[in-house]
């Protein structure tokens, strides 16, 4: 997979600007806070839906403009496809070759991408959200059975999570085990997912880490949440788990068990990397991931993904640099830095200079 070319109107701190993009490695520079990390947003945003930066969309809209438009061109195994995404005040609308969508499983995956940053240290030493973002990112972008039945889980958890706010004791009571039914159908269907997900995911990534440290750590994953094998007795034992905290999760006014619940656990050597693990450590454990993440959707799509490296070379030693470039040399990779120079040492790459938004000589 490759993104030839990608145009920005009025997104960040862009006004109108179009990036073209070469097969392999694609290097933006430029002084800090000038638009290149903006530039990598775009590219993540349409492959999946969402920013890893903002809450918002309407925060991508540049200031004192209407709405925010973002296109991208890409070539795949199956042909050329063209996506596009306008971002206005309360709403948005998302293009697949023109057609307008709906409904986020029809963009999501059309275009594949890992994207990596100093911020996801977060994956490693902050709490189970990042993970399972993580895991619900990636999956979605492979899968449409998971991407909607993450939509609708979040849905009925969402009213039942209404619900439990309710005064009336007899209502509640009355009312939940429709909505646990409900609500166990589509767990189930996340839990099968992340399942077989993390399978793939935990040799590679191990596989990755050694290589990364020449063999001097091994790493670990695991899921924290158990489960049955099989997908209906997945879902029957979550419908007995979300009765047993029927009145607890009414004390509590929220939904307490379950999918939106679960963790990864993330080892070093055998012992758990969010709470003792160093910073090089953890960035080195993260990067593990994405680049398994890489393998994956290789190995699912039959192509490689657009792999974004946001400020990543300022964090490693000269070593890992050279071992990152190396492994990445054969997809198109994306990365942004201050001092192009530094590393690349003659590496084959496509340039761009960023200042103030815009892209200069």
């Not at 023109?98 to 890992?114: C, H, I, L, P, Q």
């Not at 939106?260 to 910073?279: L, W």
């Not at 470039?325 to 001092?339: A, G, P, Y």
Request: proline share 3%; net charge positive.
């Amino acid at each position: 997979m490759v993104i030839e070319k990608l145009t920005l109107h009025n997104f960040r701190n862009y006004e109108d600007e179009t990036f073209t993009f070469g097969e392999g490695l694609n290097v933006l520079t430029g002084r800090n806070a000038q638009g290149k990390t903006n530039c990598a947003e775009a590219v993540f945003y349409l492959c999946t839906g969402t920013s890893l930066r903002i809450r918002h969309d309407r925060q991508l809209i540049r200031l004192g403009a209407p709405c925010a438009h973002i296109a991208a061109r890409a070539r795949t195994r199956f042909g050329s496809v063209t996506l596009e995404a306008s971002v206005f005040e309360n709403k948005r609308e998302l293009f697949v070759n023109g057609n307008k969508v709906t409904r986020a499983a029809d963009f999501v995956g059309n275009m594949n991408s890992v994207f990596f940053s100093p911020g996801e240290l977060r994956l490693i030493q902050d709490g189970p959200d990042e993970r399972r973002r993580f895991l619900n990112l990636s999956i979605s972008q492979t899968s449409r059975e998971y991407c909607t039945a993450l939509a609708r889980y979040q849905r009925i958890l969402d009213q039942r999570n209404n619900l439990l706010k309710e005064r009336d004791a007899s209502l509640i009571l009355e009312t939940l085990p429709v909505w646990d039914e409900q609500l166990a159908v589509y767990a189930a269907r996340i839990v099968r997912h992340r399942r077989r997900y993390l399978s793939r995911l935990s040799p590679l990534a191990q596989e990755a880490h050694a290589f990364l440290t020449d063999g001097a750590e091994q790493l670990s994953l695991a899921m924290d949440g158990k489960y049955p094998d099989d997908e209906e007795e997945i879902m029957d034992k979550l419908v007995r788990e979300f009765a047993a905290s029927r009145e607890r999760d009414m004390r509590l006014g929220f939904t307490s068990v379950g999918p939106h619940r679960d963790d990864i656990r993330i080892s070093i050597n055998g012992t758990d990397a969010r709470g003792y693990s160093s910073q090089g450590q953890a960035r080195t454990a993260a990067l593990s991931l994405k680049l398994a993440e890489t393998e994956i959707f290789r190995e699912l799509s039959g192509e490689a993904p657009v792999l974004i490296l946001d400020d990543v070379m300022s964090e490693l030693d000269l070593p890992r640099r050279k071992k990152l470039l190396d492994r990445v040399k054969d997809i198109q990779c994306i990365l942004t830095c201050t001092h192009a120079e530094r590393f690349l040492s003659g590496t084959p790459c496509t340039k761009c200079r960023i200042r103030e938004g815009k892209i200069v000589p």
